[in-house]
């Protein structure tokens, strides 16, 4: 059975794009068979942060129907698969959010994990990244105002029936007024799936358009990222 997981966040900048890119490397480099969606439509960067700008056939034209998605599928660090989305106005207009449940059922036959980059907030394309997926964690940064969104996002998710497995905590720093992982725990009533520290080993791969678990390997974030890979590959096989 394939794992369709969306990864969700109220606001942008919060890493979640990150998360997914260093997490989908992880599990690649663990012989996992994943596969990587940017359904941020709008905003796609996922390609970028990959260093893969240069893919012609994006998911935009797949969406926008007459292209297979065999086409936009390229190969990502590790031999993870990757499915971006192009940058140009007149492609986003073109796309038909719609046929989006169609590539997710498409890409879960042929891959153990899908992991989905949605927009950030609740929008109806927020909405509808989340709903495609089988599970959702909710990307947060340790204070209050994205806990209390999170927790939206975790209502909503339950509504639309998609499981919320955890949280990952991101940008964090220890400071005395961050929120720390017991009290995320109790309060989103999910387990924290991991902490990824805010790191400048990060910032320095995505200038360079590429993973920080490759580029930078002994980073902190990079630990934790394989950390989270670890994890997620363990909850699957006691399912
Ligand atoms: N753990 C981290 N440490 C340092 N910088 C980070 C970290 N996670 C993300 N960033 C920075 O924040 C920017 C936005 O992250 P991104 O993953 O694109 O957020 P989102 O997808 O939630 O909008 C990245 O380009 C990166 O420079
Ligand atoms: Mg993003």
Do not use: C, Y
Not at 87 to 97: C, R
Not at 180 to 201: C, F, G, H, R, W
């Amino acid at each position: 059975m394939s794992r369709v997981i969306v990864l969700a966040s109220s606001k942008g900048g919060a890493g979640k794009t990150t998360v997914v890119a260093n997490v989908g490397v992880a599990m690649a480099q663990l012989k996992q068979e994943v596969v990587v969606l940017d359904a941020d439509i709008m905003m796609a960067n996922l390609g970028l942060l990959l260093g893969l700008e240069e893919q012609r056939v994006t998911l935009h034209d797949v969406l926008a129907g007459g292209v297979k998605l065999s086409d936009a599928i390229s190969i990502g660090q590790e031999g993870m698969r990757v499915v971006s989305s192009g940058v140009s106005l007149e492609g986003i207009q073109k796309a038909k959010l719609e046929r989006l449940k169609k590539v997710v059922n498409e890409l879960s036959k042929k891959f153990e994990f899908l992991l989905i980059d949605g927009p950030s907030g609740l929008d109806r394309d927020a909405i509808t990244a989340i709903s495609i997926a089988q599970e959702v964690i909710l990307v947060v940064t340790p204070d209050i105002a994205s806990l209390s969104n999170a927790f939206k996002t975790k209502l909503i998710a339950e509504r639309l029936n998609v499981k919320p497995v955890g949280v990952v905590t991101t940008r964090v720093t220890w400071k005395d007024f961050e929120i720390p992982p017991e009290k995320i725990n109790a309060t989103m009533e999910l387990p924290v799936l991991a902490s990824i520290p805010e790191d400048p080993a990060v910032r320095r791969s995505v200038a360079l358009g590429e993973p920080v678990v490759t580029h930078s390997p002994k980073s902190k974030a990079a630990r934790e990222f394989k950390k989270l890979a670890r994890t997620l590959v363990k909850l699957s096989g006691t399912d």
